[in-house]
């Protein structure tokens, strides 16, 4: 089956205590990208990849990091986690960024 | 400046009757625009996506397109109670960058 797949799904932790989400998807897809969605802020992009070894800054990147080590992996790190960054986290992936994107069921965390 | 504008809505439509969601945005080199439905506690979900100006048809769905009004909208015929959902809009920019609007709340009523 074709999927995007987030872990994990809930997350509660405290400040500073760096976490990292992880994404894969099974379809070879080229492009893949971060975003999170807050209460009437809609879906904002945090990286993206048009690669392996290629990634860039999307429009809220400040405080997090990507790798894209293999195609099929991109993992979200939060170094020193702080409360602004509670929110639910949606990795997608599409064959290009200009195809439909396939979205993981989401992460929801919590910063304490 | 939001460069993908959507009504938030709630916007409230009688089952039955046709739903028009509505987006604009800012830049003029953005080629390709897509639809996504998400409820409530899910992942978004495609919907339908426009590359040329004009209409698209899938089934109870129409995705139109105004490059030069930098417009474009979605049409939902014979609304269903199942259609309740909020809406997303989402554009290309810069070639490389996919932007979302704020996303329109739309309910049907039965």
């Known amino acids: 089956e074709a999927q995007v797949t987030q872990n994990p799904r809930y997350l509660i932790t405290v400040t500073g205590k760096k976490l990292t989400v992880t994404c894969s998807q099974n379809?070879?897809?080229?492009?893949m990208s971060w975003y999170r969605q807050d209460p009437g802020l809609g879906l904002r992009q945090i990286y993206y990849?048009?690669?392996?070894?290629?990634?860039d800054k999307g429009d809220v990147p400040e405080g997090y990091k990507v790798s894209r080590k293999e195609k099929r992996n991109f993992p979200l790190i939060l170094e020193s986690p702080s409360p602004n960054q509670t929110s639910l986290y949606f990795c997608?992936?599409?064959?290009?960024?200009?195809?439909?994107?396939?979205f993981g069921d989401g992460t929801r965390l919590s910063i304490l | 400046q939001k460069e993908v504008e959507q009504n938030s809505g709630p916007l409230s439509v009688p089952e039955g009757a046709i739903a028009s969601l509505n987006c604009t945005y800012s830049?003029?080199?953005?080629?390709?625009f897509f639809w996504y439905r998400q409820y409530s506690g899910k992942s978004p979900e495609l919907i339908m996506f426009?590359?040329?100006?004009g209409d698209k048809e899938d089934g109870r769905f129409t995705a139109q397109l105004n490059k030069a009004s930098q417009y474009v909208s979605l049409l939902i015929r014979d609304s269903q109670p199942s259609d309740s959902a909020t809406y997303l809009c989402?554009?290309?920019?810069?070639?490389?960058?996919?932007?979302f609007g704020q996303g329109t709340r739309l309910t049907i009523n039965p």
């Open positions: 997608a992936s599409g064959v290009m960024v200009n195809q439909p994107q396939h």
């Open positions: 379809m070879n897809h080229e492009y």
């Open positions: 990849s048009m690669n392996v070894e290629v990634t």
């Open positions: 830049d003029r080199g953005s080629q390709s």
């Open positions: 426009i590359y040329s100006n």
């Open positions: 989402a554009v290309i920019e810069g070639a490389q960058k996919l932007v």
